[in-house]
T-cell receptor
Framework: RKEVEQDPGPFNVPEGATVAFNCTYSNSASQSFFWYRQDCRKEPKLLMSVYSSGNEDGRFTAQLNRASQYISLLIRDSKLSDSATYLC???????????FGAGTRLAVHP | ETGVTQSPTHLIKTRGQQVTLRCSSQSGHNTVSWYQQALGQGPQFIFQYYREEENGRGNFPPRFSGLQFPNYSSELNVNALELDDSALYLC????????????FGSGTRLTVV
């Protein structure tokens, strides 16, 4: 079983749609959680950290459920510029590495 | 403030050859981590360097090795290249080993033929 699992997609949605991505992780000792965005053939860039209380950054909302070992990302009012791969990332406690999911591809069309 | 820079951007090598990839960390960052991203996959942790010592390693064979220099820049060396080593190699710098300020470079795309 992979340490971080995501639906690979692709998710094809029209502009203005709301889309949700889900992610599960296997290590219950994981300490920090993130969503990264990766454009085609580019490096990953931090989109947002994910906190237990849930957090929002503009059109983006992230949620964490430690009991279910589940992370989500909600994008409201999708823009063409949101088209990218979204990577769910976990940082185990006491470890110095990031563990990435395989990513979920989002394509927003006019 | 300069970001993370990697060189070269693209590279083609023949199976069995050796390759060296380079990374300059972001100003003020003293920790460098290397990741391998195969097509269609997320980045996989190779190893991390802190104070010129390897500080954690992922599930990669010994033919993947590295160095960190006093100015915090780093090299990734891969010996006896295999076709499966074809990937995007990403360098990320951070402040201290537990730092959350990971900044990725734009990567080196290695093709092994």
């Amino acid at each position: 079983r992979k340490e971080v699992e995501q639906d690979p997609g692709p998710f094809n949605v029209p502009e203005g749609a709301t889309v949700a991505f889900n992610c599960t992780y296997s290590n219950s000792a994981s300490q920090s959680f993130f969503w990264y965005r990766q454009d085609c053939r580019k490096e990953p860039k931090l989109l947002m950290s994910v906190y237990s209380s849930g957090n929002e950054d503009g059109r983006f909302t992230a949620q964490l459920n430690r009991a279910s070992q589940y992370i989500s990302l909600l994008i409201r009012d999708s823009k063409l510029s949101d088209s990218a791969t979204y990577l769910c990332v976990v940082k185990p406690g006491g470890y110095n590495k990031l563990i990435f999911g395989a990513g979920t591809r989002l394509a927003v069309h006019p | 403030e300069t970001g993370v820079t990697q060189s070269p951007t693209h590279l083609i090598k023949t199976r069995g050859q050796q390759v060296t990839l380079r990374c300059s960390s972001q100003s003020g960052h003293n920790t460098v981590s290397w990741y391998q991203q195969a097509l269609g996959q997320g980045p996989q942790f190779i190893f991390q360097y802190y104070r010129e010592e390897e500080n954690g390693r992922g599930n990669f064979p010994p033919r993947f090795s590295g160095l960190q220099f006093p100015n915090y820049s780093s090299e990734l060396n891969v010996n006896a290249l295999e076709l499966d080593d074809s990937a995007l190699y990403l360098c990320a710098s951070s402040l201290e080993v537990q730092g959350y300020g990971y900044t990725f470079g734009s990567g080196t795309r290695l093709t092994v033929v």
